[in-house]
Structure formats: structure tokens, C-alpha cells
């Protein structure tokens, strides 16, 4: 099992930069991990995935060099770098734990979400 907690989100202009934060404990390093995000009425999408080794990642086209998804095992972090911010990226931020890919249904575990807002 492994149990997370996210940070880092907020108020930023457009153009702007955030880092989000997944801190994790349990058996961080065994899991694949990702970020997925929900904006009011509408359902939750994928945004990154980082597989166990740190060594492949996967993007939305949306943010495609833009952010960017690390992780550090030894310190049990994931993190999401975000920058060229739009108003459209508006949402909570989830950070999940499973099996890498982009279907919310290969994450078995979940933190409980980060505001980001971004404006105009």
C-alpha cells in the first residue's frame, strides 16, 4: 500500500510556473506513478505518468513541453513542474499510485487533491 499527499498548488497568472508535490509512504519506489486532473464539471483526465524507475514518462498532449514529471525514490516525492501556465489548467490536481498509463483505472491509490487556479 502506499498513501499520498499533494502540495504545492495555487494562485499563479497565466504564463506562470508551479511545482506540485506527491509525498508518499509506503512502498513508493514499487509503484508506478501519475497526475491526473478535474475541473469543474468535467471528468477527471489524465496529465503524466512516471513508471517505477523514474525512466519513461508519458504526457497529455495538452501539456506536451510544458510540464514535466519527476520523481525521487529515495526520498518517496513525485513531482509535477508546470510552467506556461493557461487558464485552462484550472483544476485539482490528483497524484495516483499503479500501473503506468492514463486510464485513471490503473491507479489503485490516490491523494486527495491540489487547487491550482490560474488567471486570465
Known amino acids: 500500500q502506499v498513501q499520498l499527499v499533494e502540495s504545492g498548488g495555487g494562485l499563479v497568472q497565466a504564463g506562470g510556473s508551479l511545482r506540485l508535490s506527491c509525498a508518499a509512504s509506503?512502498?513508493?519506489?514499487?509503484?508506478?506513478m501519475g497526475w491526473f486532473r478535474q475541473a469543474p464539471g468535467k471528468e477527471r483526465e489524465f496529465v503524466a505518468a512516471?513508471?517505477?524507475?523514474?525512466?519513461?514518462?508519458e504526457y497529455a498532449n495538452f501539456v506536451k513541453g510544458r510540464f514535466t514529471i519527476s520523481r525521487d525514490n529515495a526520498k518517496n516525492m513525485m513531482y509535477l513542474q508546470m510552467g506556461s501556465l493557461k487558464p485552462e489548467d484550472t483544476a485539482i490536481y490528483y497524484c495516483a499510485a499503479g500501473v503506468f498509463g492514463d486510464s485513471p483505472s490503473l491507479y489503485n491509490y490516490w491523494g486527495q487533491g491540489t487547487q491550482v487556479t490560474v488567471s486570465s
Open positions: 512516471i513508471v517505477s524507475s523514474g525512466g519513461s514518462t
Open positions: 509506503g512502498r513508493f519506489s514499487y509503484y508506478d
